[in-house]
T-cell receptor
Framework: QQQVKQSPQSLIVQKGGISIINCAYE??????FPWYQQFPGKGPALLIA?????SEKKEGRFTISFNKSAKQFSLHIMDSQPGDSATYFC?????????FGTGTRLQVFP | SAVISQKPSRDICQRGTSLTIQCQVD?????MFWYRQQPGQSLTLIAT?????????ESGFVIDKFPISRPNLTFSTLTVSNMSPEDSSIYLC??????????FGDGTRLSIL
């Protein structure tokens, strides 16, 4: 019940395209859903986060869509750029401890 | 956001030895955590480092293998004891400063021969 399932495992997108990464959770007590971006050799960096009282949050080219009834949330990267090539992790929490998804390796080709 | 310094950034160790990883933060933090990221894998929480008391370990992790200290609000150490090749991972320190999201250091890349 503590798991967060993430898909796809890897994603290849052309420059300018939309990248979509999906996550699903089971624990209805989770109340914080962040996305982290990790470049090789670096620690994960918070990209955007949402709480379940809203269905969507947008920051620049990054949007989280949240479906509370389905217990799913997704990250949309609009106008994907080669600099977005990284590994993306969704996470969930109802305390200060984060439960991470399995990660998605995104490659954006020019 | 806080600046988190982890030392060493990487190391290669012999099996059976122990290594202590340091995490120094430039701000007083509310909470500190240690995570493990095995090659190509996700992050798994090892323990919460509690100031002045024993760390709180997650299922599958024990104090004898991963002793943790946190003597003050800005510093913590994680020791990986009696290392085996299965301990080859990235070990990451993360912190929460009041009112801010959890923030990660760049990690310590550990290889065991």
């Amino acid at each position: 019940q503590q798991q967060v399932k993430q898909s796809p495992q890897s994603l290849i997108v052309q420059k300018g395209g939309i990248s979509i990464i999906n996550c699903a959770y089971e624990n209805t007590a989770f109340d914080y859903f962040p996305w982290y971006q990790q470049f090789p050799g670096k620690g994960p960096a918070l990209l955007i986060a949402i709480r379940p009282d809203v269905s969507e949050k947008k920051e620049g080219r990054f949007t989280i869509s949240f479906n509370k009834s389905a217990k799913q949330f997704s990250l949309h990267i609009m106008d994907s750029q080669p600099g977005d090539s990284a590994t993306y992790f969704c996470a969930a929490s109802n305390t200060d401890k984060l439960i991470f998804g399995t990660g998605t390796r995104l490659q954006v080709f020019p | 956001s806080a600046v988190i310094s982890q030392k060493p950034s990487r190391d290669i160790c012999q099996r059976g030895t122990s290594l202590t990883i340091q995490c120094q933060v430039d701000s007083q933090v509310t909470m500190m955590f240690w995570y493990r990221q095995q090659p190509g894998q996700s992050l798994t929480l090892i323990a919460t480092a509690n100031q002045g008391s024993e760390a709180t370990y997650e299922s599958g992790f024990v104090i004898d293998k991963f002793p943790i200290s946190r003597p003050n609000l800005t510093f913590s150490t994680l020791t990986v004891s009696n290392m085996s090749p299965e301990d080859s991972s990235i070990y990451l320190c993360s912190v929460i400063i009041l009112g801010q999201p959890q923030h990660f250091g760049d990690g310590t890349r550990l290889s065991i021969l």
